[in-house]
């Protein structure tokens, strides 16, 4: 044995091998403890083997047989683990380390103080007593009883808690009597768990489980909470089960305190080939509506067999046609009219496309029905030609279209498209000819046999001019742009109307050919279309912060073309579109569009939009849109601090046609340096346009744990642009 004043001992691996000793005098003392638990300093050699066990103490008294005794500043290391105390015993023999004081054992994922210690190098078995660590990487914290590392791969606490509030703050923790973490099964149990709000019971559990790395685990989720005046007082629990790697589902048990008991489950599965969602929700008895099954169901499926070739389903579906004005918790879903069943088919090739789709509708509102679609095949073809030659196309499409009216009938459309660009980068032009010919076949009208044969010719000019502004750094272009587009008069009006619509004026529109959607209508067309675009651009970042258009149509002839029981629009002139979008400054981004009626001198269409958010996380959203004679509204959103923890947020859109409100939301968010908490309270008219419900959200977001409540922050990102 020996005694030395700064003694170091290094041991290669865990036998009883050579051993190298010197001394060493003035070390440098670690700094004063901060906010962390990682205090060390590493002394370790970086030379050294990673099995190696290394010693270093201000006096030591080594022995090869028994304990040798180390004392003031010891520090211990081996295999990424470093130990600091004043005071420690080591057997070499046993790799057994007994240590008293103020003892920190570091790991690469924890960091732990502890006031005794008694641990197995050769091991990796052994107790820490009065402990409090700190996980690496994380803000997770927390303190111990007792620590025992029973075996390698299970660590057990004892009396233990969990945060992530910082040292000294206590707004939540994790209280268990027993936790168990066991590496093998990447799982951790908890029993008596109980959820502490400043220091003070919030809510208990006789036991808990939790993954201990990312990946999916069988069991409760947090549950939530809310209250609205169609359903009352909703507590939901859900369960998620981990089937497969590749798939798995959640149960959300909904307790309904007005009509019952509801059941969500959705389904997810992923292969090499498809993937896809199932969501089926079932109400068995409900309370409101003489104990009746009600359900939902929504299906969403892909199979990509590869690049080319793809097979999507979608399917939803309810029980009744009230489902979604009573259970739904928006207006935008107790507005839906119909519900989608969609199977389609694609391939996509070189020139060739192909695609086949059979489609029908469950039908919410019959005053909307739409025809079915069982089948339309649709091809296309785009050959390959050199870059200088015309560009041709060609596609086809045959459907037939059904509903419960019985005007069933087939409908064969085919349209080859020539055209050619001719282009510098200062000016382009493209003149191109369509000829479209479209055949039925009706199963109930006295013409059963209809066919349309219509040639259509475009000539679409811009000019591009550019300049540089005064300071060097934008640059400000002028496109104006002509469209020239001619298709003659046919009648139309004993063809039937399967899915043709008329288009809403847009500045878009001013380049297209037809003033309807789908096949069943082509419009005579004899017009001028002109505009002018102006932008200005960044050039070190070569975006664009500000954009200006305004355009025109112009008619040399009445138009005739009509959809069923529409009159036929005259007029030289279209309304003027002008549209403008861009920044104010780095907070403030402002867009519009109008529509301007010439002859009335009047705006008949308008819609604005502000949008301002700054780095002190100030959000105010300003809208305001109007059609003239159908609707005017308003709306306004909004998110500031009114202190360093609380911010004030609120949304409203007004109907300023009938005077009354569309929707209503205000709300509260408290944040701290651990936890968040929401309080929101809605209002919004329902889909009858008579009735308003109200709503309440609370929500209780514990950082690093998860959110208890009834989903408050997605409501609030869904009705505050730029809330997050």
């Known amino acids: 044995m020996f005694l030395s004043s700064r003694a170091k001992l290094l041991i290669v691996g865990l036998s009883c091998s050579p051993t190298l000793l010197h001394a060493q005098t003035g070390w440098e003392v670690c700094p004063p403890a901060t906010n962390s638990l990682n205090n060390t300093r590493t002394l370790r050699p970086n030379d050294l083997d990673k099995m190696a066990i290394y010693l270093e103490a201000d006096q030591a008294l080594f022995r090869d047989q028994g304990d040798s005794e180390l004392q003031g500043n010891v520090y211990i290391s081996q295999n990424d683990q470093e130990l600091t105390t004043q005071q420690a015993l080591y057997n070499r023999q046993t790799g057994k380390v007994l240590a008293t004081g103020s003892v920190k054992l570091t790991t690469p994922t924890l960091q732990v103080t502890s006031q005794a210690l008694e641990y197995n190098l050769n091991s990796g078995l052994g107790k820490l007593e009065g402990v409090a660590y700190l996980l690496s990487g994380t803000d997770g914290r927390g303190e111990s009883t007792e620590l025992i590392q029973e075996t390698p791969q299970v660590t057990r606490l004892k009396n233990a808690s969990y945060t992530t509030c910082p040292v000294g703050v206590n707004s939540w923790s994790l209280k268990a009597e027993d936790i ?50 169609q359903s009352g007082l909703r507590v939901s629990v859900p369960y998620y089960w981990n089937l497969a790697p590749n798939y798995d589902l959640t149960t959300t048990t909904n307790m309904l305190s007005k009509r019952g008991l509801q059941l ?50 979608q399917a939803a579906g309810v029980s009744d046609k009230d489902y979604f004005d009573d259970l739904g918790n928006s207006l935008a879903v107790s507005s839906i009219v119909n519900l989608e069943r969609t199977l389609s088919y694609t391939s996509d090739n070189e020139e060739w496309d192909f695609s086949a789709l059979a489609q029908s509708y469950q039908i919410l509102d019959s005053s909307s029905e739409n025809y079915a679609r069982l089948p339309q095949l649709q091809a296309s073809w785009t050959p390959q030609l050199p870059d200088q030659a015309p560009k041709l196309s060609a596609s086809s499409e045959y459907t037939y279209f059904s509903r419960n009216k019985n005007d ?122 002109t505009s002018l675009t102006t932008r200005v651009q960044e050039l070190d970042k070569g975006r664009e912060i500000f954009r200006a258009s305004v355009g025109q149509m112009y008619y040399f002839a009445d138009r005739k073309v009509t959809l069923p029981d529409e009159t036929a629009k005259t007029g030289s002139r279209s309304e003027v579109v002008m549209e403008m979008a861009g920044e104010l400054n780095d907070s403030t981004r402002v867009s519009g569009t109008a529509f301007g009626d010439v002859e009335a001198k009047q705006v008949s269409a308008s819609q604005l939009r502000l949008n301002y958010q700054d780095q002190k996380q100030r959000i105010l959203n300003l809208g305001y849109s109007q059609r003239k004679g159908e609707y005017e509204s308003a709306q306004i959103a909004f998110a500031t601090p009114v202190t360093q923890n609380w911010t004030l947020i609120g949304a409203h859109e007004q109907d300023l046609k009938n005077d009354r409100s569309l929707e209503t939301l205000a709300g509260l968010e408290y944040q701290s340096c651990c936890w968040k908490s929401r309080l929101a309270a809605r209002n919004y008219l329902l889909s009858d346009n008579t009735t308003y419900d109200d709503a309440v959200f609370v929500e209780l977001e514990l950082k690093g744990l998860g959110s208890f409540g009834s989903g408050t922050r997605n409501l609030m990102e869904n009705r505050i642009y730029g809330y997050k």
């Open 408 to 529: 069933n009938g087939h409908r064969l459309d085919t349209q080859v498209t020539l055209k050619q660009r001719f282009e510098t980068p200062a000016a382009f032009i493209e003149p191109k000819i369509k000829l479209a010919q479209t055949h039925y076949q009706l199963e109930q009208a006295a013409n059963k046999s209809i066919t349309r044969t219509l040639p259509t010719a475009t000539i679409d000019a811009g000019l591009f001019f550019e300049r540089p502004l005064q300071d060097g750094k934008r640059l400000q272009t002028l496109e104006p742009r002509i469209y020239y587009t001619y298709t003659p008069y046919r009648n139309q009006s004993a063809i039937p109307v399967f899915d043709s619509s008329e288009r809403t004026l847009s500045y878009s529109q001013l380049f297209n050919d037809n003033d309807f959607t789908g096949k069943d209508r082509i419009a005579d067309n004899h017009r001028l279309s």
């Open 264 to 313: 969500e489950n959705e389904f997810r599965y992923l292969t090499e080939l498809h993937s896809g969602t199932v969501q089926y929700d079932v109400l068995p008895s409900d309370q409101e509506r003489n104990n009746e099954l009600r359900y939902h169901f929504d299906i969403q499926h892909l199979s990509q067999f590869d690049a080319q070739h793809q097979l999507k389903l």
């Open 180 to 229: 168990k973490l066991d590496r093998q099964t990447a799982q951790g149990t908890a029993r008596k768990v109980s959820l502490q709000i400043n220091d003070r019971p919030f809510l208990y559990l006789p036991y808990f489980s939790f993954p201990l790395t990312d990946q999916r685990k069988s069991g409760f989720l947090i549950p939530n909470f809310g209250t609205n005046e």
